[in-house]
T-cell receptor, first 115, second 112 residues
Framework: AQSVTQPDIHITVSEGASLELRCNYS??????LFWYVQSPGQGLQLLLK??????LVQGIKGFEAEFKRSQSSFNLRKPSVHWSDAAEYFC?????????????FGSGTQLTVLP | ETGVTQTPRHLVMGMTNKKSLKCEQH?????MYWYKQSAKKPLELMFV???????ENNSVPSRFSPECPNSSHLFLHLHTLQPEDSALYLC???????????FGQGTRLTVV
C-alpha cells in the first residue's frame, strides 16, 4: 500500500519569500502525485498533478512541483509567496491505473505568511 | 465554483437526531466519494460510489449510511451520532478510473 509523508506540520514564511513544502511518498511503482490546497472552512482545491512526462509540473497560482523518483519526493515550490497563499497544503499519491478511491493523503502542512 | 456543491455548509445536531448531507456534482463524473476530515488527522475515505455501485469501507460505523440515487447526487444519512463524529465532511467526484478528484467545500458537522 502507498503512503505519504509531509514532514513539516507548520511552516512560516514572510511575504515575498520563496517557499518549498516537502512531500515524500512510498509506492512500489510509478505513482500519480497531487498537491491540493485548503483555505479555512473550505474544501480542497487541486493545485497541480503529475502523471507522467516532464518531472517539473506547473500549477495554478504560480506553484510548481518536481517529481524526483530517486528521492521518492514531490516537493511544492513557489518563488514568491503572497499573503493569500496562507492555507493548508496536502500532498496525495494515487496508484497508476487505479481510481480516485485509491488516493492516499498526507497529514498536511499549515502555511503562515507574515506581512 | 468548484463544480461540486455540498449542503448544508454547517450542521449542528444532537446525538438522537437524524440528518442528511447532500452532494451534487455538475462535472459529468461517474464516481463520487465521502471523506471525513478531523483535526490533526489525514483525510479518511469513508465511501466510494463508482457507476452507482458502492465500494464499502468496513471501518465506517453503521450510523453513517450513504445513498447514491444517480451519478450526480450523493447523500450521507446520519443517525445517533457521537461527539467524536464532529468533523468536516467532504464530498468529491472523479471521472471513472481517472485519479484526479474534485472536492466540494464541505459540511462542518458538530454533534452535541
Amino acid at each position: 500500500a502507498q503512503s505519504v509523508t509531509q514532514p513539516d506540520i507548520h511552516i512560516t514564511v514572510s511575504e515575498g519569500a520563496s517557499l518549498e513544502l516537502r512531500c515524500n511518498y512510498s509506492y512500489g511503482a510509478t505513482p500519480y502525485l497531487f498537491w491540493y490546497v485548503q483555505s479555512p472552512g473550505q474544501g480542497l482545491q487541486l493545485l497541480l498533478k503529475y502523471f507522467s512526462g516532464d518531472t517539473l509540473v506547473q500549477g495554478i497560482k504560480g506553484f510548481e512541483a518536481e517529481f524526483k523518483r530517486s528521492q521518492s519526493s514531490f516537493n511544492l515550490r513557489k518563488p514568491s509567496v503572497h499573503w493569500s497563499d496562507a492555507a493548508e497544503y496536502f500532498c496525495a499519491v494515487g496508484v497508476e491505473g487505479g481510481s480516485a478511491r485509491q488516493l492516499t493523503f498526507g497529514s498536511g502542512t499549515q502555511l503562515t505568511v507574515l506581512p | 465554483e468548484t463544480g461540486v456543491t455540498q449542503t448544508p455548509r454547517h450542521l449542528v445536531m444532537g446525538m438522537t437526531n437524524k440528518k442528511s448531507l447532500k452532494c451534487e456534482q455538475h462535472l459529468g463524473h461517474n464516481a463520487m466519494y465521502w471523506y471525513k476530515q478531523s483535526a490533526k488527522k489525514p483525510l479518511e475515505l469513508m465511501f466510494v460510489y463508482s457507476l452507482e455501485e458502492r465500494v464499502e469501507n468496513n471501518s465506517v460505523p453503521s450510523r453513517f449510511s450513504p445513498e447514491c440515487p444517480n451519478s450526480s447526487h450523493l447523500f450521507l444519512h446520519l443517525h445517533t451520532l457521537q461527539p467524536e463524529d464532529s468533523a468536516l465532511y467532504l464530498c468529491a467526484s472523479s471521472r471513472g478510473h481517472h485519479t484526479e478528484a474534485f472536492f466540494g467545500q464541505g459540511t462542518r458537522l458538530t454533534v452535541v
